[in-house]
């Protein structure tokens, strides 16, 4: 039986997040992705959201031996659900695959959290690294959610597995916030959440 796979489209693009092997470029059909508030660790979320019409980039990677369980602890907060039906990708094989998401009922629809910018740098490092900078581009394009703060992090990373960007990967990160009109706060402008 061979190993199944996952299709990350935040996160999990960047392979210096993770160890999972075989990683390949994807496209998950029917669907965008979308900060979104949660009960979960008093910060903003990235999740996909089923979206007839509409497409998003991303990776898959094997799950050796099937051993989701680092993988749904990493996920905590977020369902797996299949997807190998919607996912496109170059792989010769067609493995089982699974993605990703927060269910709608665990989705605050007022609240004060925000995004974390040391989670948004892994997210368009990863990108930049995969897809280039018109991957970059595509990311922010098929995102919904840029009206929600964004906390200013990067001189102490609340992200577990924050990364070091390039100079240019930062510039394409601000560069990006700058043309959304996105709010960025300080942290002395806001409370600090809990650990991620």
């Known amino acids: 039986m061979s190993d199944p796979y996952f299709f990350g489209y935040g996160s999990l693009v960047n392979t210096k997040s993770h160890s999972y092997p075989d990683p390949h470029p994807a496209t998950l ?11 979960r ?12 019409g509409h497409s998003i980039d991303g990776l898959i ?9 680092a993988l749904d602890a990493r ?26 998401a927060v269910q709608r009922e665990n989705m605050l629809e007022r609240s004060s959290q925000m995004i974390l910018l040391s989670y948004l740098d892994v997210v ?26 964004i906390l200013n992090d990067r001189a102490d990373p609340r992200y577990p597995r924050h990364q070091q960007l390039t100079k240019r990967q930062t510039a394409l990160v601000d560069g990006h916030l700058d043309a959304l009109s996105a709010q960025v706060k300080q942290r002395h402008e806001a409370p ?5």
């Open 75 to 100: 996920e905590n907060g977020y369902a797996r659900l299949p997807a190998h039906h919607a996912v496109d990708h170059a792989h010769p094989a067609t493995p089982e695959i699974a993605v990703y």
């Open 41 to 52: 660790f008093g910060v903003v979320l990235l999740t996909g959201v089923p979206t007839p």
């Open 192 to 196: 600090l959440p809990p650990e991620f």
């Open 124 to 149: 368009v490092q990863g990108f930049h690294e995969v897809f280039g900078e018109a991957g970059v581009q595509r990311f922010f394009e098929t995102t919904d959610g840029w009206n929600t703060p």
């Open 61 to 69: 990677a094997a799950v050796p031996n099937a051993d989701w369980a």
């Open 29 to 39: 059909n029917g669907w965008r992705r979308a900060w979104v508030a949660t009960p």
